[in-house]
């Protein structure tokens, strides 16, 4: 056997060796943190010192000093490797510390050999030094525990002795140091890492002491490779895309040449069958029209048909007829006897309120109208058949409440039905003056803008220079009524400039042009329609689709203009709301274009808008539940054929 100040040489050099036969490639994943695998080396080991008694009842003429041996080692690893390069090394091993000592000669002239098997289950715990090079170094702690104090003595002239030394240590503390070199065999890509690494370590003799009797002491070299595993992830190669090509905004202004500011207007008012009681109140709110019985007995229905009010954006007149609706209910069952109906109360409080808020609505019907309280039957609920508040909700309870105390009035009586049936109750019809109808407006489209804008602007300059700034706008669509454009002049040529900026901070200027004529008032009358949703829906019933079949369609000359705008409450986000009230603009245009086909009416010409909770363009505040109720809305205005 070489003397240790050869095997260390040599064992270095076969590290080196097979650390020059590896090769690196160009990471595409990252390192795993944890490694785990198998180790296999060679324990080259070195006897020192002196033994000689070796049992209790065995003790060698001659005593043995020095000797050497090979046995093998074998762990399992696990490894920790953070991105720096200090990291822990865990080796769990059976590790082969036997070895012969050199002969020696009793003074019987008689030759003595003595070999051992000592073995250990060892710990290993080791800081790691390395980098990206896969080259590093280690030094650490060893905890051994003897498993195995074997040895085998033979003397000329004297029987063979295989015992167990006596006074063997149970455990040893010692130390190791080494370095080793980690050789990727699997791809840079492949996330699943392999490494073959050879390594060498050098264990003096310090703490190893396999006896606590006499000077044995061990030193050792290993040298061997470990097989390790780790799991990596694939590196996103974070490559700066050229710059983008910045949106095209497209901006598209429509606009009637001639715009009429003003419009007579038939107009089929659904009736919202609802009547609202104020929170902590079950008496019937001052806002509702209330008659003596001597008022009531000269009430006809059709006293609310004329209006000499114009109806602007938001409409107090139609408000004004809503809220004749305890009235209306009267009137009509004064003119058919054998009509009933049943008043459905909810309140938050309990069935006993809700119960309570029907029969003050009827209390007023039979006092006022003398209507006879067999026909009218009341319900108590604690929420309406259809409530506005949702299981799970938790944003604005306070409105939606409110929206929910309430009484509905139901019939199945066909005298205040509407004629298509669905249950509606008949609407009221209102002739009246409407200002800047939705044909007069100038509608301004800009794609993309919330979604791509911070804002933007529009100037409207007039032949002369004279201009007019609109804005700043964060929607798709705005509009402009074409009198506030016009303003004194009896027409005019119109130049647009839209300015705005992008969400990275990019100018944008898109022009149009528009032309505008004046006209005072239509010559021609218009007719309009509303079609109620429920909270948050939108498609319409099969009662409303039978009405914009029988009713609308119907009523719609071929070639006109049919322009149908949505609109919704506040209650939900703008951009959602914009949304909807999108969809159900053009689910009523989907049911009407049906019914205009079967018909064969194909010369009509639809303009269909949302504005969903837009102030500007909303029939009515949102102060009140009626006025939300009525908000949640589509709007159908015919232009007939000028």
Known sequence: MLPINKIIPKAIIFLLVVIMAGTTAKAQ??????????????????????????????????????????????????????????????????????????????????????????????????????????????????????????????????????????????????????????????????????SISPFVSYHPYFGQDPRSIESWNISTVRAGIALKFGKATKIITEVTPPPAAQHDFVFNVRAPLAAPLKRRVSETLPLRASVFFDEGSTQLSPRYITLTSEQAASFKETQLQDATTDMTGRSARQLNVYHNLLNITGDRLRANPEATITLTGASRAGRSEGTLLAENVKQYLVTAFGIDGARITTVGRTKPVIPSEQPGGTKELVLLRAGDRRVDITSESPQLLMEVGGGMMRPVQINTTQTNPMDSQVVMNIDSASQLLKSWSVDVTDDKGIAQHYGPYTRDQESIPAASILGSNASGNYKLVMTGETRKGFPIRKESTLQLVRQEEAPTVGLRYSIL??????????????????????????????????????????????????????????????????????NVKFETLGFGEDAGNAPFDNNLPEERFYNRTVIIDIVPVK
């Open 29 to 194: 994943t990252t390192q795993p943190t944890w490694w785990f695998g198998v180790s296999g080396a060679a324990n080259f080991n070195i006897y020192n010192g002196t033994t000689q008694h070796l049992t209790n009842t065995l003790t060698t003429p001659t005593a043995f000093h020095k000797g050497n041996g090979v046995r093998p080692y074998g762990s399992i690893l696990m490894e920790y490797r953070p991105k720096s390069v200090v990291g822990l090394m865990l080796n769990v091993a059976y590790d082969g510390r036997g070895g012969k000592f050199k002969d020696v000669v009793a003074p019987c002239n008689c030759p003595a050999t003595l070999g051992t098997g000592a073995s250990y289950i060892a710990i290993e715990p080791s800081l790691r030094l390395g980098g990206a090079s896969g080259l590093y170094f280690f030094a650490g702690p060893r905890v051994a525990f003897n498993v195995n104090s074997d040895f085998a003595y033979t003397q000329l002239k004297q029987p063979n002795t295989n015992s167990q030394f006596s006074a063997i240590r149970k455990s040893l503390v010692s130390g190791q140091v080494g370095l080793g070199y980690d050789i990727m065999t699997s791809s840079a890509a492949n996330v699943n890492k392999v």
């Open 533 to 602: 949703y429920d909270f948050n829906k939108s498609d319409a019933t099969n009662a409303y689709d039978k009405f914009l079949t029988d009713i609308v369609a119907a009523s719609i000359a071929d070639g006109s203009t049919v322009i149908i705008h949505g609109h919704t409450d506040v209650i939900g986000n703008d951009a959602y709301n914009m949304q909807l009230s999108r969809d159900r603009a053009h689910d009523v245009q989907r049911v009407i274009e049906a019914a205009l086909n079967k018909a064969g009416k194909t």
